[in-house]
């Protein structure tokens, strides 16, 4: 389970929208928080190594999702608001 996270985690560094679509991604954490694109990327190494041994630090990624309607979702980690697809 944690290599798919993993990879999961991987590809949205690469690719930040959903395919098809377009949609916008965001990362939801272990503890339930969320996580926008730039935050990922500037600690991937870290969220990587964790995901990967599911070890339960604030930056261990359990899914990488679209914002489909919440305007007001912000990253727990800068305080950024993640875009919504709508």
Same mark, same amino acid.
């Given at each position: 389970?944690?290599?798919? *996270?993993?990879?999961?985690?991987? !590809?949205? @560094?690469? !690719?930040p929208y959903a395919w098809p679509g377009g949609y916008p991604l965001f990362a939801i954490t272990a503890d339930g928080g969320c996580l926008c694109k $730039? ?6 190494? !870290? @969220? @990587?190594? $964790? %995901?990967?041994?599911?070890? !339960?630090?604030? &930056? %261990?990624?359990?899914?990488? %999702?679209?914002? &489909?309607?919440?305007? $007001?979702?912000?990253? $727990?980690?800068?305080? *950024?608001? @993640?875009?919504?697809?709508?």
């Amino acid at each position: 389970m944690a290599t798919s *996270k993993t990879a999961e985690v991987k !590809q949205f @560094i690469r !690719q930040p929208y959903a395919w098809p679509g377009g949609y916008p991604l965001f990362a939801i954490t272990a503890d339930g928080g969320c996580l926008c694109k $730039d935050c990922v990327k500037d600690n991937a190494k !870290q @969220i @990587i190594k $964790d %995901t990967r041994t599911n070890y !339960q630090s604030g &930056w %261990t990624v359990m899914a990488v %999702t679209v914002n &489909w309607e919440d305007t $007001d979702l912000v990253c $727990d980690n800068c305080g *950024k608001s @993640i875009e919504a697809a709508y």
